[in-house]
């Protein structure tokens, strides 16, 4: 049996091979970028509802989401945080008229459901919905109140389970949507400290688990898709002193 031979000079190729495969690489980089990679999704014609706005990785994928062309409706809790993210944003480039901000408690589903009706009277129907919106206690066992838990499993999950169902039957309707949910490794393993913020993260990678899971059984998994993310720990204030 014969190996495949390898040329001794390999070595010596012309050095615009090695030129060549810098500009192609350059050029994927670029068109990656800029949303036109032609074996990904085109994104420039679709209505993203992201909660979280105002901060941290919300803030920043408003800003991706805003180069790739996306019409923005941009929700949080914290208006101010909000304002400063939309200046932000026009500051970078991204069209004040792909811009809209809605204050939304989504601990609350009648804020979700006004919120969503404003960024249906904005732009149309959502067809990607970015659950990114948390919050952490960062307290242990004994010193967790009704409170901390009810918050945290409010806005961590069943926020989510509130704003699939508020855009699903659109998406259902359109035959077109992406949902994004932002977990967390939290949601894949235990940590000290964070009880009722890890019980969270898991029930949302679970929710998301069971929804693709269904939408493969009803079809609509054709046309719409699903997406899960579980970060580490991210300097954006939220995780700040963590180890």
Same mark, same amino acid.
């Given at each position: 049996?014969?190996?495949?031979?390898?040329?001794?000079?390999?070595?010596?190729?012309?050095?615009?091979?090695?030129?060549?495969?810098?500009?192609?690489?350059?050029?994927?980089?670029?068109?990656?970028?800029?949303?036109?990679?032609?074996?990904?999704?085109?994104?420039?014609?679709?209505?993203?509802?992201?909660?979280?706005?105002?901060?941290?990785?919300?803030? #920043?994928?408003?800003?991706?989401?805003?180069?790739?062309?996306?019409?923005?409706?941009?929700?949080?809790?914290?208006?101010?945080?909000?304002?400063?993210?939309?200046?932000?944003?026009?500051?970078?480039?991204?069209?004040?008229?792909?811009?809209?901000?809605?204050?939304?408690?989504?601990?609350?589903?009648?804020?979700?459901?006004?919120?969503?009706?404003?960024?249906?009277?904005?732009?149309?129907?959502? =067809?990607?919905?970015?659950?990114?919106?948390?919050?952490?206690?960062?307290? @242990?066992?004994?010193?967790?109140?009704?409170?901390?838990?009810?918050?945290?499993?409010?806005?961590?999950? #069943?926020?989510?389970?509130? =704003?699939?169902?508020?855009?699903? @039957?659109?998406?259902?309707?359109?035959?077109?949507?992406?949902?994004?949910?932002?977990?967390?490794?939290?949601?894949?393993?235990?940590?000290?400290?964070?009880?009722?913020?890890?019980?969270?993260?898991?029930?949302?990678?679970?929710?998301?688990?069971?929804?693709?899971?269904?939408?493969?059984?009803?079809?609509?998994?054709?046309?719409?898709? =699903? =997406?899960?993310?579980?970060?580490?720990?991210?300097?954006?204030?939220?995780?700040?002193?963590?180890?």
């Amino acid at each position: 049996m014969k190996l495949l031979a390898v040329p001794s000079n390999w070595m010596k190729q012309p050095k615009f091979l090695i030129v060549l495969v810098i500009l192609v690489r350059a050029l994927y980089v670029i068109m990656n970028e800029r949303g036109l990679n032609p074996f990904k999704k085109n994104l420039s014609k679709d209505h993203v509802f992201l909660t979280g706005a105002g901060m941290g990785i919300g803030k #920043l994928m408003a800003l991706r989401l805003g180069k790739l062309g996306c019409s923005l409706s941009l929700a949080d809790i914290n208006m101010k945080a909000l304002e400063e993210t939309a200046y932000w944003l026009v500051e970078e480039g991204i069209p004040i008229e792909n811009i809209c901000i809605i204050k939304c408690d989504v601990s609350r589903v009648a804020s979700i459901h006004k919120a969503a009706d404003k960024a249906r009277e904005r732009f149309g129907h959502v =067809t990607v919905l970015i659950n990114n919106a948390g919050v952490i206690s960062g307290q @242990p066992l004994e010193s967790l109140t009704q409170n901390h838990i009810l918050r945290t499993m409010n806005v961590n999950c #069943l926020a989510h389970l509130h =704003t699939v169902r508020e855009f699903y @039957p659109d998406m259902k309707a359109n035959r077109r949507g992406h949902i994004v949910t932002i977990a967390s490794v939290a949601g894949l393993m235990g940590c000290p400290g964070m009880l009722d913020y890890c019980a969270s993260k898991f029930a949302s990678i679970g929710m998301e688990e069971s929804l693709r899971f269904e939408l493969n059984k009803s079809g609509d998994s054709r046309f719409i898709k =699903t =997406t899960c993310i579980a970060p580490y720990l991210i300097n954006t204030g939220m995780f700040e002193g963590g180890k």
